[in-house]
Each structure stands twice: as C-alpha cells, then as structure tokens.
C-alpha cells in the first residue's frame, strides 16, 4: 500500500515526495514504520514515527542509540549497527507537530517477529 506523509517531515530529511515511494512496514505494535524509496537515489529508508505514549522520553531512546553508536564504531567498527540518518536540523530525532520521527539505512532480508518472551 503507497501512501503519503507530512512534507515537513520529509524534508527535514532533504527529500521531496514527487520523488519517492512511501509504504507502510508491518502492523505497528508500537511504532509506525514507513520504507521510504528514493527513486533519484536509489536507496531505501525505514522511517519512525515513535509512539510517545509507550516511549515518554524518545531524546533518551536517540542518545542511548547514539552512545552506543560510537562505541561501537570505536571498539568494533566492524559490527553492523544502524546508526539513525541525521535530519537537516537536528541530531538523531525530528519533533514535528508533536510526533517524534527517526530514519534508519534500510537494510535488506532483515526480520522482525512478532513474539512475546
């Protein structure tokens, strides 16, 4: 299913939707998880729409991700870790009209399971 997003929050990850393909991903349990195509580019993104109401302080999620991040490209630079796409204007999170969104590198055959522990 292709659908369509706010502008400004493409935009604040300099992209123009004339020149994408937006779905969603999955059920959204918690999150709602859009891939982004970028027909120009080539390239694939997840983006993030954080659910504040499960997550009430997102910031603390991104700089968690963020030290981590660096720790690892210091220690082991060879493990894959997908570190967020940094918007224009910001550091790891956009805070648009309330919501808190975060773009990730897609990476291919990845999975996600639904299960409880």
């Known amino acids: 299913m292709e659908l369509s997003l706010d502008e400004n929050i493409l935009k604040a990850y300099n992209l123009k939707k004339e020149h994408l393909k937006i779905s969603q991903v999955g059920s959204g349990?918690?999150?709602?998880t859009y891939l982004i195509f970028s027909i120009p580019e080539n390239k694939r993104y997840i983006l993030q729409n954080i659910n504040s109401g499960v997550f009430q302080s997102p910031q603390l999620i991104a700089d968690n991700l963020r030290l981590i991040s660096d720790y690892l490209i210091l220690k082991h630079p060879e493990y894959?870790?997908?570190k967020p796409v940094k918007p224009i204007a910001a550091?790891?999170?956009m805070h648009i009209d309330g919501e808190?969104?975060?773009m990730l590198p897609f990476v291919a055959n990845m999975v996600s399971r639904k299960t409880s522990l």
């Open 100 to 102: 808190y969104w975060r």
């Open 80 to 82: 894959l870790f997908l």
């Open 91 to 93: 550091e790891e999170l």
């Open 29 to 32: 349990l918690i999150n709602r």
